[in-house]
């Protein structure tokens, strides 16, 4: 086989196509979404070669349209789980020791396949199953999960290439080896993308994984294996499986050969799979690697010295895009007195105007929540912050869930900065309001420090340099991902690494080469071209 210094095609960031009316893509993703939302799915289990197909399944529903039936999915049973990892680990025997620029290739090609030929197919199903509107779903499941597969092949070929100093006296190399063992990634409903990073991520570095899907997500998910297979991902490199998250996770956590998590979702069940893996360590071949992102309750906070419409304009794209069911969406926010009332006018002018249903039309803005348990969380908040006397609700509040899940934009406003929906990670479309008064800017920064557990995503708006610095420096803890003068949500695959800490995850940086190192064990080598032939050193002389 021929040999050499290979380098990956540059990356780069994949275009946003607009689908404002008139455009090609507008049209062809409303044709492939009706297409899908007419068809019946059968969604098996992929394990290695074969498509299991179990006697117990669940039905897929749009959270806009609940009793309208998309398929089913089929649930694994604990004989299926331990048939993947014997698969898996089966599949590395070959896969650890493919060239990396033939790896290389094959998820470049899913890239292309996914920004190519499957573009309206992914976006749609996107649409349908998780209740995207057109514009969240093309950010997430055509552009960033392209880029997560372009940039971490970039990223890849930086790791191997770093190496260390060598001398005339020997030659010193480390190899990036993959984890002994297999991978389990557990993802999330809310992204497309970060469902298909979290499996393909260590994939591409050589190892093989075991992928658990969100329930609320499989519709898409099973596009994505067909992106896998097409591309050419070998059998049994990726498995994907459904069923009872707690049996999954215990029969994985069980085997010696588990070798690490990638996992996005709540906080909680990632404590609780840390402890079982805690519990587990004497079972292990070696110490497995823990990557995770979990919850959050992402702030902006403005100075007096702020514009008005830029930070109105940043809650109602921050708090709301994608009924705020981002890991890093404005869920507390705290505005100086002064500023307040221009604010609120704006504010209100704004989510007004707001229009919700389904995403099939375009002109809707939100959409619905994922599913009845979240829908049922909201309104149990909202309904009680409609009694409370230290919470008043500006604009919002309804919900109806006839049809679909759909919680209105809402806006809650009070007077303890402490109040349950400024700690509690919501998850929906509820922001929460806090009004300081102006000469208190550093007692509140305090406050936005101090109020959460959480650590993930937050912003600052401020005219006044020395007052964003000052921010920027009393939050460096409070916010992995920390934006000056912008919303807290949007980062961009190579610009803005994703991660938080604190009780919002291990801060690993999807999206960068922080996280391919954590699918990798270094082994150094060092080659003496002329060994030593007398133990003595000179000092002896």
């Known amino acids: 086989m021929g040999k050499g210094f290979f380098h990956v095609p540059p990356a780069n960031n994949e275009p946003v196509k607009s689908y404002a009316p008139g455009t090609p893509e507008r049209e062809e993703v409303l044709l492939t979404y009706k297409d899908l939302y007419n068809k019946n799915v059968d969604v098996p289990l992929y394990i290695g070669s074969e498509e299991i197909r179990t006697k117990k399944t669940a039905t897929m ?7 309208h039936n998309l398929g089913v999915y089929h649930l694994a049973e604990k004989k299926h789980i331990e048939k993947a990892i014997d698969v898996a680990l089966e599949a590395r025997k070959k896969w650890a020791k493919l060239e990396w620029e033939q790896r290389a290739a094959v998820f470049l090609k899913a890239a292309d396949l996914i920004s190519g030929p499957y573009r309206y197919k992914l976006n749609a199903a996107t649409m349908i199953g998780q209740s995207k509107n057109i514009y969240q779903a093309e950010i997430d499941s055509a552009c960033e999960i392209a880029d997560f597969l372009r940039f971490n092949v970039e990223y890849m070929s930086e790791i191997y290439n770093d190496q260390p100093e060598s001398d005339e006296t020997a030659w010193n190399r480390v190899e990036h080896r993959p984890l002994e063992g297999f991978v389990y990634a557990v993802t999330p409903f ?9 499996p393909s991520a260590p994939a591409l570095m050589g190892n093989v994984a075991i992928w658990k899907p969100s329930d609320s997500q499989v519709f898409s998910a099973e596009i994505l294996m067909q992106v896998f297979k097409e591309a050419g991902v070998p059998d049994g490199v990726i498995n994907m499986v459904m069923g009872d998250p707690a049996m999954i ?9 588990f070798a690490g998590i990638h996992y996005t979702g709540s ?16 079972t292990y071949k070696t110490y497995p690697r823990i990557v995770g992102e979990t919850g959050g309750k992402d702030f902006i906070i403005a100075h007096p010295s702020a514009n008005p419409k830029e930070v109105s304009t940043a809650i109602s794209r921050g708090a709301f895009e994608y009924q705020g069911q981002k890991c890093s969406a404005a869920s507390r ?3 100086p007195k002064s500023l307040w009332p221009q604010i609120k006018e704006e504010l209100i002018e704004d989510i007004s105007s707001f229009k919700m249903g389904s995403p099939e039309d375009m002109s809707n803005f939100i959409n619905a929540v994922i599913h009845e348990r979240s829908f049922d969380k909201l309104a149990k908040y909202i309904d009680q912050a409609k009694k409370d006397k ?3 609700i500006i604009i919002g509040g309804n919900y109806d869930k006839s049809v679909g899940y759909f919680v209105e934009p809402t806006v809650i406003v009070t007077t303890d900065p402490h109040y349950t929906t400024m700690e509690t990670e ?16 550093e007692e509140t920064l305090v406050e936005v420090d101090n109020t959460s557990a959480y650590a993930l995503t937050g912003a600052v708006f401020s005219k006044d340099r020395y007052a964003a610095a ?29 991660g938080g800490a604190r009780a919002s995850g291990t801060n690993d940086k999807a999206g960068s080469k922080l996280n391919l190192q954590r699918w990798v064990s270094q082994r150094l080598i060092k080659e003496t071209f002329v060994p030593a032939t007398d133990y003595r050193y000179p000092f002896m002389d």
């Open 61 to 67: 529903h749009p959270p806009h349209d609940h009793k």
């Open 190 to 198: 809310n992204f497309t993308a970060i469902a298909g990073n979290l």
């Open 249 to 257: 996770t215990d029969v994985i956590l069980k085997s010696p050969d």
């Open 267 to 282: 906080t909680e069940v990632f404590k609780d799979i840390w402890a079982k893996i805690g519990n587990n360590i004497h």
């Open 333 to 335: 926010i705290y505005l």
């Open 390 to 392: 230290k919470a008043e």
């Open 426 to 441: 919501l998850f929906g479309p509820v922001v929460t309001i806090y009004v300081y008064e102006d000469e208190k800017w």
């Open 470 to 498: 000052q921010a920027t420096d009393m939050l460096q803890n409070s916010a992995g991902n920390f934006y000056i003068n912008d919303k807290c949500t949007g980062a961009v695959v190579g610009r803005q690494p994703f």
